[in-house]
């Protein structure tokens, strides 16, 4: 199975502020990376797809970068609605696996 | 708007069989153009794919779930569903479908295997 390794685990950060998560393969799976975003209690909602493709109505300060066995998520300016879990997940090779999370609070 | 909706006994007994169906609005699910998946989440835990199933029944399962696992596919009633058996405490998780992984995505069901 690819590993994800997402990092950090938890990020104290504030409003306003420019977040960077990041998410490594254990091998390369080109841009076949998504990230997710997950309010307590929801269900997780799409966000980017290949690595840097914005899910239509996702705000603008979202990002993606990166290709490969290496990426990042970028919230340009962190707004209150932006507090949540993200996840990364390659959609490379079966099984689909998921990093563990990132916790923004 | 496509819709995805969790139906299912929410408690199983320990060795029994977990099994749910979803539930597809808006999009008939004997579409070529997708597939749709089950992921399921522990509580207070990541994510973890089970697996997938195409309008054709063609599926695919993660290697650790495959030999307890089957999802099927009933387009008569825009369904799919997933069975998975001789469950333990560790399959306790809230249980999610969804059009293939990047959604939508049902809200999702908690299952709590206890006897």
């Known amino acids: 199975d690819i590993q994800m390794t997402q990092s950090p685990s938890s990020l104290s950060t504030s409003i306003g502020e420019r977040v960077v998560i990041t998410c490594r393969a254990s091998e390369s799976i080109r841009i076949y990376l998504n990230w997710f975003q997950q309010k307590r209690g929801k269900a997780p909602k799409f966000l980017i797809h290949s690595a840097s493709s914005l899910q239509s109505g996702v705000p603008s300060r979202f990002s993606g970068s990166g290709s490969g066995t290496d990426f990042t998520l970028t919230i340009s300016s962190l707004q209150p609605e932006d507090f949540a879990t993200y996840y990364c997940?390659?959609?490379?090779?079966?099984?689909?696996?998921f990093g563990q999370g990132t916790n923004l609070e | 708007q496509v819709q995805l909706q969790e139906s299912g006994p929410g408690l199983v007994k320990p060795s029994e069989t977990l099994s749910l169906t979803c539930t597809v609005f808006?999009?008939?699910?004997?579409?070529?153009?997708?597939?749709w998946s089950w992921i399921r989440q522990p509580p207070g835990k990541g994510l973890e794919w089970i697996g997938y199933?195409?309008?054709?029944?063609?599926?695919t399962y993660n290697p650790s779930l495959k030999s307890r696992v089957t999802i099927s596919i009933d387009t008569s009633k825009n369904q799919f569903s997933l069975n998975l058996n001789s469950v333990t405490a560790a399959d306790t998780a809230v249980y999610y479908c969804?059009?293939?992984?990047?959604?939508?995505w049902g809200q999702g069901t908690l299952v709590t295997v206890s006897s």
């Open positions: 997940q390659q959609s490379y090779m079966t099984p689909y696996t």
């Open positions: 808006g999009v008939s699910v004997s579409s070529s153009s997708y597939y």
């Open positions: 199933i195409y309008y054709s029944g063609t599926t």
């Open positions: 969804a059009r293939e992984t990047t959604g939508p």
